[in-house]
């Protein structure tokens, strides 16, 4: 019995020292390229995720501010770029009169000074409205982006003016396919290059498959489907298998699991490209945690040889720390983004 159990045991560890040398990353060439940072609604305003819901006013919830820039706005779209976003995150939505407007929430009444469905007010209504009306970060003492007049809720055309040559990727909100059919007409009049470009889509599988029939090059991705390629790969991979839902899909992976995922960095890379997916580096999973990086510090867990996308929910800090060229902040601007860091270090750690 003990012979057979030395047997299974030296039978193991041969099985354990093949894997690992199969899906050895330095064992792969090194992609070209670089890090592509995505910014998740452009520059915009951080909030604490502690309890939030789907129905929470994140508005309501910011942080003490460090800058005025305002999410999904023309002017936050503009400055991204020049922050070193490779490419920018919107939400879309629908309008009453068939227009497109680029808005987070469902409702008008946390952020702005409207009220109700936002697909029930027309283009006009909606940028009469104050976007940074209900922005408060010590629980309605002060509103300090009210009245600032500074930004409108956007229309489509509008954003695609602010970024005409940077990739956007294109949140859907809704699960209705039919906004996949008025997002691509709005584009092709607006004569968007979406392939040429490299713009994306994300949402609910209803209109991602969709837009798919539409610009069957670019990149488009649900929850859904990032998720299986994802869950597969972490069990497949250690088997040098690929399975079929990365073709053409997504696979994310977060700082702190970079180390589960077979052949990390290069070998996974290397798998990833050759069925035509995208690799997207995503912030600490974790409870009341947002999906992307929010610390410049948080750069220090990519490894050097990675050159696929990373979801960045602080654009204003962590752009300029990978990019520093790309840094047009004031030098008080700069000092009350380092003070805004050390507040949100500290919730962090508490």
């Known amino acids: 019995m003990l012979r057979w159990l030395k047997l299974a045991a030296f039978a193991l560890a041969i099985l354990l020292l093949v894997l690992t040398f199969i899906n050895a990353s330095w064992l792969a060439s090194a992609q070209r390229g670089q890090v592509r940072l995505i910014a998740h609604r452009g520059v915009a305003q951080l909030y604490d995720h502690k309890g939030v819901g789907r129905d929470s006013c994140t508005a309501t919830r910011i942080e003490q501010p460090v800058h005025d820039y305002l999410e999904n706005t023309t002017r936050s779209l503009a400055a991204a770029p020049n922050l070193g976003a490779d490419m920018v995150e919107i939400d879309i939505a629908p309008t009453a009169d068939g227009k497109i407007a680029v808005f987070h929430d469902w409702t008008l009444d946390c952020r702005t000074n409207g009220k109700g469905n936002i697909r029930d007010a027309t283009m006009a209504q909606l940028q009469a409205l104050d976007p940074g009306h209900g922005y408060t970060a010590d629980g309605g003492k002060t509103f300090p982006f009210r009245g600032q007049q500074k930004d409108r809720i956007p229309t489509l055309e509008q954003a695609l003016a602010a970024a005409p040559k940077t990739p956007i990727m294109f949140n859907f909100k809704s699960k209705d396919a039919g906004e996949a059919d008025l997002l691509a007409a709005a584009l092709r009049?607006?004569?968007?290059?979406?392939?040429?470009?490299?713009?994306?889509?994300?949402?609910?599988?209803?209109?991602?498959?969709?837009?798919?029939?539409?610009?069957?090059?670019?990149?488009?991705?649900?929850?859904?489907?990032?998720?299986?390629?994802?869950?597969?790969?972490?069990?497949?991979?250690?088997?040098?298998?690929?399975?079929?839902?990365?073709?053409?899909?997504?696979?994310?992976?977060?700082?702190?699991?970079?180390?589960?995922?077979?052949?990390?960095?290069?070998?996974?890379?290397?798998?990833?490209?050759?069925?035509?997916?995208?690799?997207?580096?995503?912030?600490?999973?974790?409870?009341?945690?947002?999906?992307?990086?929010?610390?410049?510090?948080?750069?220090?867990?990519?490894?050097?040889?990675?050159?696929?996308?990373?979801?960045?929910?602080?654009?204003?800090?962590?752009?300029?720390?990978?990019?520093?060229?790309?840094?047009?902040?004031?030098?008080?601007?700069?000092?009350?983004?380092?003070?805004?860091?050390e507040r949100r270090r500290k919730h962090t750690s508490d």
């Open 189 to 341: 009049a607006n004569g968007r290059a979406v392939e040429a470009i490299g713009d994306g889509f994300y949402g609910a599988p209803g209109p991602v498959e969709r837009i798919k029939h539409h610009f069957p090059k670019a990149w488009a991705w649900s929850k859904e489907s990032a998720g299986a390629c994802t869950k597969q790969y972490l069990v497949q991979g250690w088997l040098t298998i690929v399975p079929e839902s990365c073709r053409n899909g997504t696979l994310i992976v977060p700082l702190n699991y970079q180390w589960a995922f077979a052949g990390w960095p290069d070998r996974t890379l290397a798998r990833m490209k050759d069925v035509g997916a995208h690799v997207l580096l995503v912030g600490p999973r974790g409870k009341d945690r947002p999906m992307g990086l929010t610390l410049p510090e948080q750069l220090g867990d990519i490894p050097n040889s990675f050159k696929g996308h990373v979801w960045v929910e602080d654009i204003w800090t962590v752009g300029p720390a990978l990019k520093p060229k790309w840094d047009f902040r004031s030098n008080p601007q700069r000092d009350a983004a380092e003070a805004g860091l």
